[in-house]
């Protein structure tokens, strides 16, 4: 991610005139351009991309676009004024409309290309043409690169309108996704997760397209309907927008010699990741294939410390294929994810994710990334055989320093100066069967109870249901449990040790939150904003963008409670079979 820096913005910046000269375009200044793109951007349709970096592409502007909601925290780090999000010539940008941006700003945004990767291995069959190169962003546009305070970011129209990897879609985001994204970027930024960041929301007053989704009350796993939903678009930031499987479409060609400048191409994109994401970590004067082992030592640490972060605080990324990696080590891509409520190891809200992309398998998916990251860069280290030996090195040392992440994640929401497996284990059996809310239970637990009472708070079923015949039995090891858990955090009886139980409590408190993005609670918010009606947006926004925090009662009353059980297994509520 970006290099934190300490001095804040000078001004604010209330118009596009004040924005302008702060655009830096980067990648397009220094990479290279598809040759065969035309020079309007009107590039609208599906076609196979056979070199180049990026294409040159005019988005598609939504009609009637309406404010809906913007990141007060993200404008205030950039140093916009909050009116900025609702003027005339902002609002017209980040709806598509890039006609009269002032100078030194492009008319013309940009898509990149990249390969699919699942689970490690290469696919080529989702390319229509089925050679992989028509795979890439279908309707993400970048509108602009700046730099604001000696930060560099890149500002992406998500639902921009079709591109030449559109694979014959319209290119166009709804709003019932657009929501979610939105919500959930901000979110995981206030979580302490690394992650793309949410800008701004507009929805389209009069423009709508046909989508499968789920009819009221339908447990179908797969959409049973065709529904008229209205298109937005969401600008999504982040330092760069170069995913693992852009690595691996520019690593392939070179490997198999696809042009002339193959290899030239992938160092070029590996030395643009290296300056836009690593530049404070790898020493720039060092010839490319030191560069190269140095970004996957660098790459593997943030990848581990990501999807531990993840697990943390509940969040399943449900499709994490290579495409969906982000290089520069957050969380990218928000399409089919949830929030783990009831707590299942194998909790998996895409119906099409499979096991392999599960909850607690979310680290051998990581691995499987890193691997297919790895494999990228390997043309780069050709007759350098020192270098690829590290390289080797360094991917087999994944697991290693994956576990080591884990284990210190879990030590500290369990508050313990180390891991301690059986106590863990015992806890995941517990947590299991009876079962417990994610959230909920680590967030009581944090408060270091004398007993269990406390913590029955999370429980989606009392211990006589859960341990059924055996419930004593439950109860017992429950307390049991406690019993250790409180002797090895150093307070082995109740009401002993309430300075250390305070200190212990307030530091779980920081890693366990409190409010988690329930997906039934975002339902009502986006059907809503269909209707027009934006405060339950907000209202909600302003709720997940204060997890850890004791917020109002009515708040808590609201927002801090078990699903519903008539909730339970409902089609959009808790799977998805697509993103939209």
């Known amino acids: 991610m970006n290099k934190p820096l300490s001095r804040e913005p000078r001004f604010e910046v209330t118009n596009l005139e004040e924005l ?152 166009r985001a709804v709003l019932r996704s657009s929501v979610r994204e939105f919500l959930a970027q901000e979110h995981m930024h206030a979580l302490g997760v690394p992650t793309s960041r949410s800008l701004s929301l507009y929805v389209s007053k009069t423009e709508r397209v046909r989508r499968p989704w789920y009819s009221e009350g339908s447990h179908s796993r797969d959409p049973d309907q065709l529904v008229s939903e209205p298109v937005a678009i969401s600008t999504r930031v982040a330092p760069s927008f170069i995913r693992v499987g852009q690595l691996e479409l520019f690593g392939r060609r070179a490997r198999k010699q696809e042009h002339p400048r193959a290899i030239e191409e992938l160092e070029q994109l590996v030395l643009h990741l290296i300056d836009r994401e690593y530049s404070w970590v790898i020493d720039q004067t060092v010839a490319t294939p030191t560069k190269v082992v140095m970004l996957a030592q660098a790459f593997r640490g943030r990848l581990a410390s990501l999807v531990a972060n993840w697990i943390r605080v509940g969040y399943c990324q449900g499709n994490f294929n290579s495409d969906n990696c982000a290089a520069g080590g957050f969380t990218l891509d928000y399409g089919p994810f949830g929030f783990c409520e009831v707590f299942e190891p194998f909790y998996q809200p895409w119906t099409g994710g499979g096991q392999h992309f599960a909850f607690l398998n979310q680290p051998a998916a990581a691995e499987q990334n890193f691997k297919s990251f790895c494999s990228a860069l390997r043309p780069l280290l050709n007759g350098h055989e020192e270098e690829l030996a590290q390289l080797d090195e360094i991917q087999k040392g994944f697991s290693e320093v994956m576990q080591a992440e884990m284990e210190r994640m879990w030590s500290a929401k369990l508050g313990l100066k180390g891991f301690d497996a059986e106590l863990f284990r015992e806890l995941v059996m517990l947590m299991t069967r009876t079962p417990v809310d994610y959230t909920i239970f680590f967030r009581e637990l944090s408060s270091v109870p004398d007993d269990i009472e406390p913590l029955k708070q999370s429980f989606y079923r009392s211990l006589d249901e859960a341990g059924g015949a055996d419930s004593e039995g439950l109860l017992k090891r429950w307390s049991e449990w406690l019993a250790k858990w409180k002797c090895q955090i150093g307070i082995d009886g109740a009401g002993n040790g309430s300075r250390l139980r305070e200190e212990l409590s307030r530091d779980m408190k920081l890693v366990n939150p409190k409010y988690t993005m329930r997906e039934w609670f975002v339902v009502p918010a986006y059907q809503q904003a269909a209707d027009g009606d934006y405060l339950p947006l907000r209202e909600l926004q302003k709720v997940l963008n204060q997890p850890y925090d004791e917020q109002s009662d009515g708040v808590e009353h609201r927002y801090n409670r078990l699903k519903p059980f008539e909730l339970f297994d409902l089609g959009g509520f808790s799977h998805y079979s697509c993103s939209s």
Request: glycine content about 12%.
């Open 20 to 171: 302008a000269p702060m655009a830096d375009y980067s990648l397009m200044d220094h990479l290279t351009p598809d040759p065969d793109a035309t020079s309007d951007g009107v590039d609208h349709r599906p076609r196979q991309v056979f070199s180049g970096h990026y294409v040159p592409v005019r988005p598609t502007a939504i009609e009637t676009p309406e404010y809906v909601a913007h990141s007060e925290d993200l404008f205030r780090e950039l140093g916009f004024a909050d009116s900025l999000a609702q003027s005339d010539d902002f609002i017209r940008m980040f709806s598509g409309d890039l006609s009269l941006v002032p100078e030194p700003m492009r008319k013309l945004g940009w898509a990149s290309g990249y390969a699919l990767s699942i689970y490690g291995n290469e696919y080529t069959q989702q390319c229509p043409f089925q050679t992989g190169n028509g795979y890439g962003d279908g309707r993400a546009i970048s509108v602009l690169e700046a730099v604001f305070s000696g930060r560099r970011w890149e500002m992406q129209l998500k639902g921009g309108g079709q591109t030449p990897y559109c694979r014959g879609g319209d290119g």
